[in-house]
């Protein structure tokens, strides 16, 4: 996603101790896009969130590290968005 010039809005700890490093891009992540393309370690595993208050994001986390990459919520595309796959 850095290599396609898609930009980071956040990078850092994010919500919770339990989690570690999450960067944050301004696109959809389309996650089974992605799945067919790359075999991703079975410690990957999808992550969805879509708070009335809270924010919304969804993407990849690592189950062991913690880590994770996410990207705008499904529900909150618009035309301009940008999707990565």
Request: net charge negative; charged share 30%; with cysteine.
């Amino acid at each position: 996603m850095i290599a396609a010039g898609i930009e980071i809005t956040f990078r850092g700890q994010a919500w919770t101790k339990k989690c570690r490093e999450w960067v944050y891009f301004d696109c959809y992540i389309d996650r089974d896009a992605i799945r067919k393309r790359i075999d991703l370690p079975d410690c990957i595993e999808d992550h969805e969130h879509y708070g009335t208050h809270d924010g919304q994001e969804a993407g990849f986390v690592c189950k062991k590290c913690k880590d994770a990459i996410m990207g705008i919520h499904p529900r909150s595309l618009n035309p301009e968005t940008r999707v990565y796959q």
